[in-house]
T-cell receptor, first 115, second 113 residues
Framework: SAVISQKPSRDICQRGTSLTIQCQVD?????MFWYRQQPGQSLTLIAT?????????ESGFVIDKFPISRPNLTFSTLTVSNMSPEDSSIYLC????????????FGEGSRLTVL | AQSVSQHNHHVILSEAASLELGCNYS??????LFWYVQYPGQHLQLLLK??????LVKGIKGFEAEFIKSKFSFNLRKPSVQWSDTAEYFC???????????FGSGTRLSIRP
């Protein structure tokens, strides 16, 4: 299994500001996923971050709003830009398990509250 | 569209009661099915998974789930719940044609001691 660390674990932000969430994995992984879990709702995939290429965004998510960096095989960042209260969510970083299993390992998440 | 449905938003049981949480997925060919659990204050972790073979899969802490292909279902069961099973449970599916996992809306399980 992979150990995933996220920073910050929680933050309170002002409307219109941006916040960058960091995700560090204890092993090298090709793919990293960023999910959002809005209050009372399920996890929604924001994007897939592959090292050495542009992130692939899911429908409804755009790079200008959620820019992602993937500088190496153990680290990624997700920025939530120009935040509004609707962006209040838990943001989760995850990585795949054994090849072909489809299993995911998750970080503890970053809980953002936008005022 | 590919999707996962969990029928119960919040389930409240007494200790020792039996549990069954419903999960249905939309058709999409070959599927891998999962149940994830999130205990209070902890991160999501895998409870059990189905890839192929025996449709009745056993997971950690006495949980099991049965894949019924004809019903597109993967219900989670436990014969006797404990207070420590209080958590949020998510059903999830990945389709062979895609690498991403789609999650259901989750079921919050509360166990009365």
């Amino acid at each position: 299994s992979a150990v995933i660390s996220q920073k910050p674990s929680r933050d309170i932000c002002q409307r219109g500001t941006s916040l960058t969430i960091q995700c560090q994995v204890d092993s090298q992984v090709t793919m990293m996923f960023w999910y959002r879990q809005q209050p009372g709702q399920s996890l929604t995939l924001i994007a897939t971050a592959n090292q050495g290429s542009e992130a692939t965004y899911e429908s409804g998510f755009v790079i200008d709003k959620f820019p992602i960096s993937r500088p190496n095989l153990t680290f990624s960042t997700l920025t939530v830009s120009n935040m509004s209260p609707e962006d209040s969510s838990i943001y989760l970083c995850s990585v795949p398990g054994l090849a072909g299993t489809g299993e995911l390992f998750f970080g503890e998440g970053s809980r953002l509250t936008v005022l | 569209a590919q999707s996962v449905s969990q029928h119960n938003h919040h389930v409240i049981l007494s200790e020792a009661a039996s549990l069954e949480l419903g999960c249905n997925y939309s058709y999409g060919g070959t599927v891998n099915l999962f149940w994830y659990v999130q205990y209070p204050g902890q991160h999501l972790q895998l409870l059990l998974k189905y890839f192929s073979g025996d449709p009745l899969v056993k997971g950690i802490k006495g949980f099991e789930a049965e894949f019924i292909k004809s019903k597109f279902s993967f219900n989670l069961r436990k014969p006797s719940v404990q207070w420590s099973d209080t958590a949020e449970y998510f059903c999830a599916v990945s389709y062979s044609s895609a690498s991403k996992i789609i999650f259901g809306s989750g079921t919050r399980l509360s166990i009365r001691p």
